[in-house]
């Protein structure tokens, strides 16, 4: 089991001589986009802890003769039914297999080089 925790801070500003219902804060927090942010950075942190298991901490000096080493970072825009996602994933060089990888996909299945993913449920994989 993989326990990720993400920190969001959201900021709705409500005047002071106007009242509001529900409904006007469940708009305004669906204007926000929290679902397509929370989703990009729920991935980002799991492709950070999975880079940290193969190549240990970002700030580390060298990394010698270690198999494996930092190899950048790619982009990626998976659409799905929350939106576009933005991500910058990073990528891992093996020298004893002597191939890049990206160290996310341990634990995220991408849908090959399709642009339109299939939506995964989260309850459904024992991640709620």
């Known amino acids: 089991m993989h326990g990720i925790f993400v920190s ?3 900021k709705i500003q409500i005047p002071d001589n106007i009242k509001v219902t529900v409904g006007n804060i469940a708009t305004a927090i669906h ?3 929290i ?3 929370l ?6 942190a799991i ?3 999975k880079l940290e298991e193969y190549c240990g901490p ?3 000096r060298g990394n010698g003769e270690k198999r494996y080493k930092r190899a950048g970072t790619k982009k990626r825009h998976p659409v799905t039914s929350i939106g576009r996602l933005d991500l910058k994933l990073h990528l891992v060089e093996d020298h004893l297999k002597d191939k890049i990888f990206k160290p996310v996909e341990d634990i995220i299945s991408f849908d ?10 989260m309850a459904f994989h024992g991640l709620s």
């Open 58 to 60: 970002g700030n580390s």
């Open 31 to 33: 204007s926000l986009g």
């Open 112 to 121: 090959g080089r399709k642009v339109y993913q299939e939506d995964i449920s």
């Open 47 to 49: 492709d950070e802890k």
């Open 8 to 10: 969001m801070q959201v």
């Open 39 to 44: 989703a990009e950075e729920v991935i980002h």
């Open 35 to 37: 679902e397509k942010k």
